[in-house]
């Protein structure tokens, strides 16, 4: 390397940090970021911007086309590090397809690292798995994102009816009219009582349904008044029976995999919901991942423990009483799998596999700079991306 390239990057390291500095001093004030440690910013030198520097690849790099990277693999399906929590996933969802049985999984781990894209990296297989039972014509992944109160609407149960929607979008997509028949019979067969409560919960079953099958004289729609008329102990209860009645007849030809995000804003109302998919008399292949956050505590009690999954045991803490009262009574449904998977942080070896893969780079030209990307986030993948983000939009990277 000759003087200019020396004195080049040695400029490069200061005014990277400047850089970063400055713009790290206006996320001290946010209590979910971990970039609160201004020392980490004296690492950003000469060493750990050595490999950028030497490799000619990079000399002159267009800053767009990393940023554009990092843009790329933070919105992709890839994982870093979490490989042997998506054998797992993969491997309950076998069991549920198998075992033509419920399961839940609780996906555990503290805000932005990655539970919802560990869950999400189920999607590819659930739609196309060569190991899927032939006697299942199709399988679904459908998703929903709970909101805390603050942002409620006032749309009930909002987070199943997008999710079920998108199942009706799905199968009339497909285009396959005789699955499109089947499930439809079957809808029709298994939910006789409460037809119309469900088409006002989820609007779009009326795609499936002819008017012809819907009683008479009943509300469609959840609008005014008619919310607290159609939500009585009586109409509760038919939603109840009309909702688990649809889910297994969904499942009946087509498995699903419920992704139900943020479920730690879930309301008592939407729980109970959801407790009538686990607690029937039926069985059918219905895989519920909810994922939920953790505090730093747990955290720190799940590192002393060897296993990544294991059953549930008492969860307090982070949820409400009656999620907690929900798990005991599906954990007393033997015929129910229950599982946690917790998400640690991010190891240095993970990070160093990102950062390579987003500079182009191998891992070893790269680890001094994933070391401070690593110490910056402590490990956490939504605070990486914003470091890395803070760094190359420095536009120091030479």
């Known amino acids: 390397m000759d003087d200019r390239s020396r004195s080049l990057r040695s400029s490069s390291g200061a005014s990277l940090r400047a850089s970063v500095s400055s713009r790290t001093s206006l996320l001290k004030n946010d209590p979910s970021t971990s970039l609160r440690n201004s020392s980490i910013l004296d690492r950003l030198d000469d060493g ?81 798995d060569p190991k899927l039972p032939k006697r299942y014509a199709k399988a679904f992944f459908l998703s929903g994102k709970f909101s805390p109160p603050c942002y409620h609407t006032k749309i009930p149960f909002e987070v199943f009816s997008t999710a079920l ?104 109302s939407s729980l109970n919901l959801l407790r009538s998919l686990f607690v029937g008399s039926k069985n059918f292949p219905l895989m519920v991942i909810a994922t939920s956050r953790s505090d730093s505590s747990e955290q720190s009690d799940v590192r002393q423990r060897s296993a990544i999954l294991q059953p549930t045991t008492a969860m307090t803490g982070y949820t409400s009483q009656e999620f907690s009262k929900l798990l005991s009574d599906v954990e007393n449904h033997h015929s129910v799998g229950v599982s946690q998977i917790y998400l640690l942080d991010l190891t240095l070896e993970d990070v160093k596999g990102l950062v390579a893969d987003i500079l182009r780079m191998r891992p070893h030209q790269v680890t001094d700079l994933a070391r401070v990307v690593h110490e910056a986030s402590k490990g956490n993948a939504f605070h990486m991306y914003q470091f890395l983000r803070l760094v190359a939009e420095s536009n120091r990277i030479k």
Not at 194 to 214: E, I, K, T, W, Y
Not at 221 to 241: H, V
């Open 48 to 128: 750990a911007l050595q490999a950028l520097s030497d490799d000619e690849e990079h000399n002159g790099s267009d800053i767009k086309l990393i940023i554009s990277e990092i843009r790329r693999i933070s919105s992709s399906s890839k994982l870093y590090g979490r490989e042997k929590e998506k054998r797992n996933l993969e491997s309950i969802w076998r069991k549920c397809c198998q075992l033509s049985r419920q399961e839940l999984c609780i996906i555990r781990g503290e805000p932005g690292c990655g539970k919802s894209r560990l869950a999400s990296s189920l999607r590819p297989l659930v739609h196309r």
């Open 165 to 268: 929607s998108s199942y009706v979008d799905q199968l009339l997509d497909s285009k396959n009219t005789e699955l499109i028949a089947q499930c439809r019979e079957k809808l029709l067969q298994e939910v006789r009582n409460g037809r119309d409560l469900l088409v006002a919960m989820v609007p779009a079953f009326g795609r499936l349904f002819d008017q012809s099958d819907l009683p008479k004289g009943r509300e469609k729609t959840f609008t005014g008044s008619t919310q607290a008329r159609m939500f009585g102990i009586e109409a509760t209860n038919r939603l109840w029976d009309a909702f688990s009645n649809a889910i297994s007849a969904i499942c009946f030809y087509t498995p699903i995999v419920l992704h139900l995000d943020d479920i730690q804003w879930c309301g008592p």
